[in-house]
Nanobody, 129 residues
Framework: QVQLVESGGGLVQAGGSLRLSCVASGRAFSDRALGWFRQPPGKEREFVAG???????YYADSVKGRFTISRDNAKNTVSLQMNSLNPEDTAIYFC???????????????????????WGQGTQVTVSS
């Protein structure tokens, strides 16, 4: 069984940067796509970014050009580098593992929460204006 643990959240001023990390314990992490989601205050959880096993990346329009997702399979880690943060990025950020073992994935698959079977507990990111 895989467990995911996020870290790196915190309070940052608008325009600043944060790097989130998600470490997996257990097996079955490097053989499939991974993703980051976020849940802003009072809103539904939404897709942020996803990365294929093959390394291809996908982003929500709201973060494209500012956020970068990456993975290090040797360290069982997926990261999210967040630059040019604004108050609208304030949310709890979750990493997640997809259900399907595959090299490739589509945006529609990665952006669908039903595609994921394992979630971290979340880390809070707060951006002040």
């Amino acid at each position: 069984q895989v467990q995911l643990v996020e870290s790196g959240g915190g309070l940052v001023q608008a325009g600043g940067s944060l790097r989130l990390s998600c470490v997996a314990s257990g097996r079955a992490f490097s053989d499939r796509a991974l993703g980051w989601f976020r849940q802003p205050p009072g809103k539904e959880r939404e897709f942020v970014a996803g990365i294929e096993r093959a390394g291809g990346t996908y982003y929500a329009d709201s973060v494209k050009g500012r956020f970068t997702i990456s993975r290090d399979n040797a360290k069982n880690t997926v990261s999210l580098q967040m630059n040019s943060l604004n108050p609208e990025d304030t949310a709890i950020y979750f990493c997640a593992r997809t259900r399907r073992v595959a090299f490739y994935a589509t945006y529609d698959y990665l952006s669908n929460q039903e595609s994921y079977d394992t979630w971290g507990q979340g880390t809070q990111v707060t951006v002040s204006s």
